[in-house]
């Protein structure tokens, strides 16, 4: 079974930057659809970003142009560049499959955006 494992979010002022990772180990992810998700405060967990395994990469709107999913196959990890913080992107990230395979979630990563 994959495990995942976010790093990266802190706390940052609005307009700044931020670049969470995301390793997985026990499958090699390069050969899946993976997202990016955030759950924010009194929200559900929805995904932001999705990067297929054929390489092209699909936004929610309200990050599109902001934010940008990558991957590394030598290492097993995945990446989420974000610019341009604002504070409603307050939340906890997470990375998994997309569609979900099973596997569990990670603690997730908090990024909380000041004003």
């Known amino acids: 079974q994959v495990q995942f494992v976010e790093s990266g979010g802190g706390l940052v002022q609005s307009g700044g930057s931020l670049r969470l990772s995301c390793a997985a180990s026990?499958?090699?992810?390069?050969?899946?659809?993976t997202a990016w998700y955030r759950q924010g405060p009194g929200k559900q967990r929805e995904w932001i970003a999705i990067?297929?395994?054929?390489?092209?990469?699909t936004y929610v709107d309200p990050v599109k142009g902001r934010f940008s999913v990558s991957r590394d196959h030598v290492k097993n990890e995945m990446y989420l560049q974000m610019l341009n913080l604002k504070p409603e992107d307050t939340a906890i990230y997470y990375c998994?499959?997309?569609?979900?395979?099973?596997?569990?979630w990670g603690q997730g990563t908090q990024v909380t955006v000041s004003t």
């Open positions: 026990g499958r090699n992810i390069s050969k899946y659809d």
């Open positions: 990067i297929k395994a054929s390489g092209p990469t």
């Open positions: 998994n499959f997309i569609p979900l395979r099973g596997s569990g």
